[in-house]
């Protein structure tokens, strides 16, 4: 007689369903194949581990756990959308982001000249008192009235939520990446390693990327030559080519944010579950510190609203690989 698994093998009816419903939507998912592939990189299709069990990360954020993932190719941006990049799809599209119908938008206070001491207490974010609701900040005044981005062309595009990325992305032919393919991407071919160059944040003294260092929020001592967002290619890339994967700002990913969805669900081009509050980001940015913030790791993910903007969000996007490619 073959004896019964125990209970806690036995898959309940939620797994199942979860599993049937995440195949489903990957089968069902978004394809496009329309967009330039100029400054992309053609990924190959492969399995990747995803996820990490990395004892000081953010278990509640569903960092784990490790899982072995399939991913079809893609070509994915070389870098993150630029300013000027931006700039020809609002002015083609007549483009308002969220940001600029809101009329305001968050600014980290060290972004701001006199570090928000004359805004009014309603235009503070209780519990986290760094970022501000500034009027009159968007993606082209990132820092309020009086920024401007004229001098910056080549920076991530940042005001600019979740639909606003989506909305680009679909004028440039593209999609934005799924977490699944935005972090095999950013891995560079390395298997399990805390960054795309390796398990050392610093190699030899020597800064890979934009995060905070110093005591967040109080000073930040820019050892890494920013103390803001800097230009997308100011750090070397990683093993597929891509800049900018780690620290700098904060990617959108397409995926709705879940912290369990991913352990049950499909590892065949997963794309997350099939509703939800907010969406995935990934890489962190020039804000994270280790002491607050160490999700500028490969595998950590945080969420926003899809309506959100701040000075540290930005995003790339990908496209599919026709058959005869």
């Known amino acids: 007689m073959t004896k019964a698994p125990a209970p806690c093998c036995v898959p309940s009816k939620h797994r199942a369903e979860v599993l049937v419903q995440s195949r489903s939507l990957s089968e069902e998912r978004q394809r496009i194949f329309t967009g330039s592939t100029e400054e992309m990189v053609l990924l190959d299709g492969s399995v990747f581990l ?191 080519g891509l800049y900018s994967v780690t620290g700098n700002t904060w990617e959108w990913c397409a995926d709705w944010f879940d912290a369990r969805f991913h352990q049950f669900a499909t590892l065949d081009n997963p794309v997350g579950p099939p509703s939800g509050v907010a969406r995935v980001l990934k890489g962190g940015s020039y804000l994270c510190h280790r002491s607050y913030c160490n999700r500028y790791r490969v595998a950590a993910r945080s969420s926003n609203t899809p309506d959100s903007a701040t000075t540290n969000m930005s995003f790339r996007c990908v496209r599919d690989v026709l058959p005869r490619e």
């Open 50 to 240: 995803m996820g990490t069990d990395y004892r000081e990360g953010f278990p509640a954020d569903g960092e784990g756990p490790v899982r072995r993932v399939t991913i079809d190719s893609f070509y994915m941006d070389v870098y993150p959308v630029r300013n000027r990049e931006f700039a020809r799809f609002a002015d083609a599209e007549k483009y308002v982001t969220e940001a600029e119908r809101f009329g305001w938008s968050f600014v980290f206070e060290g972004d701001l000249p006199d570090r928000g001491e004359s805004l009014g207490a309603q235009d503070i974010v209780h519990g986290a008192e760094w970022w501000k609701r500034v009027r009159g900040a968007d993606w082209r005044h990132p820092e309020g009235p009086g920024s401007d981005i004229h001098t910056r062309p080549d920076h991530p595009v940042v005001q600019v939520s979740w639909n606003d990325a989506a909305a680009y992305a679909a004028w440039a032919g593209k999609r934005l990446p799924t977490e699944a393919e935005w972090e095999y991407a950013a891995r560079g071919g390395l298997d399990q390693k805390l960054y795309p160059w390796g398990n050392d944040l610093t190699p030899e003294g020597k800064h890979l990327c934009n995060i905070w260092q110093g005591n967040f929020p109080l000073e930040n001592t820019a050892e890494d030559g920013f103390a803001s967002a800097a230009p997308v290619d100011a750090f070397p890339p990683n093993g597929f």
